[in-house]
């Protein structure tokens, strides 16, 4: 009674798919054959009778004896029933022969389906498990049978599960980045520093059959050779795509999070949340005991990374960090790495402006002493400076790395190099920043410009222009963050805008409808270049040609270079 009660459950899902492929018949349901099997085994339960069930064997000589109408089908129950009220003395006169010989003949024929017709169309395990099920219903039972198809055809999902590897591509922050928009120097940074960041994105079903691949993966990054070349700082693990994580591959993944301790790298898992089915598994283990989610781009939306008093609240700086997509996982990786620049940029600044102050008093001397003499000393960028946070150890080749491109590109920093920016007056100094390395003009140049914008502040929380509407400005952050959000018939999509970049530019120039609904995050602000000083602008008989020459220029190269970011996050996001 268990066995048939078991099998009970399982012949509709089993046969009926089975039965169909026997027919030629596709168009099946199986969720009407399991509503109408529970409705005959309710009214046959309470009539007094046993379940129900369909018998494959019989059915497929039912059907291929012509019987393949509901009328036959009617008519079968009809018999039946007369059968029942008639008395088991009617089978008599049913020849012996014939029934034994249609039973040899669809035995046969069932046979040749799974064994001949089978051969070398699945794989050598699946055509094992096959033969096994056949010798075991011949030679024990049906029951028996059935017990060790199950079996079997577990132990073939995890064989061919753990074949397929689940890591689907694997990225460094080199070349997934996020959405944030960042001016240039920010841009030439991470750029630089970017492979420190390692993506691993996963999909599929993660358990012990598919983990070893993982953690073999992780191990290999680690490697004390590997590192040393190509040391990581953030180990990013997408598990958008993944549908579930077993005991054991938690178990794993928490030795991966001790493996990466030692050598001081944050493990952040992207694509879930505290309170997602995803995490227990990891929570059970103690994986996630403090950790915290960052939802949306606030982890990284600080209105001037300049001026941010970056803490951790207290949290040790090495546990695991959830964040509801691959985005906010890039943008908090990148934020931290700048932490580092910025500190390095403020320091080299204190002392260039020291610098400025000594000689400006070794000026003021000399002249008191020798007005004819004055010195023409230059001053000179200092080097080795850098800062490093306390979980940095001390001569690690990761830090050494940084260190080199901190100093690169902070050297290179116009807001360091450049002291007589700080006399000028906005928003010349936020033009010449934040257009460097879109246009080789001077500030000269950029000086007609300026009388043409007008500085806005924005509340938090203001929409600053929707989707499809005219564009009425074009806009330069000064301060603060504004965030673009894109609602596609494909799906949507985020961008963060930043200070010292650009906003709403290519629809202003080109005349079209907004594409992106701008909201501030906090209170920003703005200076816009409105549609009426814009052509007063181009009507400008001196320069009104040349700079509407330029402007053009500078948005379509801007519009590239988001273009290339927002494809190149959608397709690093999407592939599987």
Not at 204 to 210: A, D, K, L, N, P
Request: proline share 3%; aromatic share 10%.
């Amino acid at each position: 009674m268990f066995a048939l009660t078991f099998f009970g459950i399982l012949h509709v899902p089993i046969n009926v798919p089975a039965l169909a492929a026997s027919i030629g018949e596709d168009n099946i349901d199986v969720d009407r054959e399991l509503l109408a099997h529970g409705i005959s085994n309710a009214l046959s339960g309470c009539m007094g009778s046993i379940q129900n069930y369909l018998v494959y064997t019989n059915s497929v000589l039912f059907i291929k004896s012509g019987a393949d109408s509901r009328l036959s089908g009617i008519m079968l129950a009809a018999a039946t029933f007369g059968v029942m009220l008639a008395g088991p003395d009617v089978i008599g006169f049913i020849p012996v022969m014939v029934v034994g010989a249609l039973i040899f003949l669809l035995g046969i024929e069932l046979l040749m389906e799974a064994l001949l017709d089978t051969y070398g169309r699945v794989s050598k395990f699946e055509y094992f498990t096959i033969v096994v099920i056949v010798v075991t219903m011949g030679a024990v039972e049906f029951v028996t049978g059935i017990i060790v198809g199950i079996v079997l055809a577990c132990v073939s999902f995890v064989i061919q599960a753990s074949q397929r590897s689940a890591i689907k591509a694997t990225y460094t922050g080199a070349v997934a980045r996020s959405t944030v928009r960042r001016n240039a120097a920010q841009q030439r940074f991470l750029g630089e520093v970017g492979n420190q960041i390692f993506v691993l994105k996963l999909s599929g079903s993660i358990f012990f059959g598919t983990i070893v691949r993982i953690e073999k993966s992780v191990r290999d990054l680690l490697d004390d050779g590997y590192f040393k070349q190509k040391p990581i700082r953030y180990l990013v693990l997408d598990i958008c795509n993944v549908t579930e994580i077993d005991f054991s591959a938690a178990e794993a993944f928490a030795r991966i999070k001790r493996l990466l301790d030692t050598k001081n790298v944050f493990m952040l898992i992207a694509g879930a949340t505290n309170d997602g089915g995803m995490t227990e598994a990891l929570h059970a283990v103690g994986l996630l005991k403090r950790s915290y989610v960052t939802v949306g781009s606030s982890n990284a939306g600080f209105a001037d990374i300049e001026s941010q008093q970056f803490q951790d609240e207290d949290r040790d700086p090495l546990q695991v960090r959830l964040f509801p997509n691959l985005n906010s996982a890039l943008e908090w990786s990148e934020n931290e790495f700048l932490k580092d620049y910025y500190k390095k940029r403020d320091l080299i600044r204190s002392i260039y402006l020291d610098q400025q102050k000594q000689q400006r008093q070794q000026r003021r001397q000399m002249i008191q002493q020798s007005p004819s003499k004055s010195s023409s000393a230059e001053l000179d960028i200092p080097h080795g400076a850098f800062v490093t946070n306390g979980d940095h150890p001390v001569g690690s080749p990761r830090v050494a790395f940084l260190q080199q491109i901190v100093d690169k590109t902070v050297l290179e920093d116009p807001q360091v190099n450049t002291s007589k920016w700080q006399h000028f007056k906005q928003p010349l100094p936020l033009l010449i920043q934040t257009f460097q390395g879109l246009s080789n003009k001077c500030e000269t140049f950029w000086f007609h410009a300026s009388d043409y914008f007008v500085k806005e502040e924005i509340k938090a929380g203001t929409v600053l222009y929707t989707s499809e509407s005219e564009p009425s400005g074009f806009y330069i952050v000064e301060s603060g963050i504004l965030r673009a959000d894109y609602e596609l018939e494909q799906g949507e999509i985020y961008e963060t805008v930043l200070a010292g970049t650009t906003c709403g530019e290519l629809p202003f120039f080109s005349e079209t409808t907004r594409t992106a609904t701008v909201t501030a995050e906090v209170d920003t602000i703005v200076w816009k270049l409105d549609r009426q000083a814009w052509e007063n602008l181009r009507k400008n008989p001196d320069i009104g040609q040349e700079m509407a020459l330029e402007f053009y220029k500078i948005a379509l190269k801007l519009t590239v270079e988001r273009f290339t970011s927002v494809m190149a996050y959608i397709l690093i996001s999407s592939s599987r």
